[in-house]
C-alpha cells in the first residue's frame, strides 16, 4: 500500500479495461474498481485483473445498515481483494461490522482484505458540507472526526483529501493510512473535484497511496502519463 499509485479504472465494462491495459504489455498495477465498472461486470473483472497480478482496491463505499454490511462484507472478502471500503457516514457499529464481514469471509490462514473509511468526499468542499448536510464544524475537524470513529471500529485507514492527510497523521499515527483522491498536476483539468492537490504536496503530506483517474485514463498516451506520474509521485521520494 505505501507509495503506491492507484489507477482508477472508470470505465464501462471490460473491453475498454483491457484496451486501456493493453499497452502496459503486462505490467502489473495497483488498480481500482469502482461503481461504474463493477455494476456492469460483477466479480468477473475482479478475477480477470487479479489472473493479471494486479492488487485491486474494490471502491464499494458500502453505506447501509450494520448487519447488510457484514453480510456484503462476507461476500466480498472472497474476491480477495487488496482493499476495500465503507463510508465513514455509516457509524461506528457499521464499521465495525464490516471488519467482521470480512473476517468471517477470509479463508483460514489469509489475511482479510484492508478496509477504509471514506470521510469527506473529495468532490466535497466545506461550503457544501456545511450547508448540504448541516455539519456546521470546518471540513477539517469533520473528516478527523470520521477518521477517529474508524479508527476505534479497527479499520485500516481512511479516504480524504491530501489536504487532511498531515493531520490524520499526527492524531492516528502513521500506520492509518490515508488514501487519497482528487490528485491533479498544475495543467490538469480539475473536474468535479472540489478538495484537489499535486502529487508532490501528497507526497510532503505524508499520504499512503494516491488515487489517479481520468489525468491517466482519458490521456491520449496513458503509458506515458502514467509514466508521468510515476516520476512526479517518486521525484519528492527521493
Ligand atoms: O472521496 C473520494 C472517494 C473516491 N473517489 C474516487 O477516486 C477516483 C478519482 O478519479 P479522478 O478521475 O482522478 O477524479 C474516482 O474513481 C472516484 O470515484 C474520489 O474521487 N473521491
Known sequence: MDNSLIIALDFANRNEVEQFLQPFNGKQLFVKVGMELFYQEGPGIVHYLKDNGHQIFLDLKLHDIPNTVKSAMRGLARLECDLVNVHAAGGKEMM??????????????????????????????????????????????????????AKEAGLDGVVCSAWEALPIREKLGDSFYTVTPGIRMEEDNTGDQKRIATPEFAREAGVSAIVVGRSITRSKDPVTSYEKWVNAWRRVQL
Do not use: F, W
Request: hydrophobic share 40%.
Open 96 to 149: 465495525t461490522a464490516a471488519i467482521e464481514g470480512l473476517e468471517a469471509g477470509t479463508a483460514a490462514g489469509h489475511k482479510r482484505p484492508a478496509c477504509i473509511a471514506v470521510t469527506q468526499l473529495t468532490s466535497t468542499s466545506e461550503e457544501q458540507m456545511n450547508k448540504e448536510q448541516l455539519i456546521s464544524v470546518p471540513l477539517e475537524t469533520s473528516v478527523l472526526h470520521y477518521a477517529s470513529l
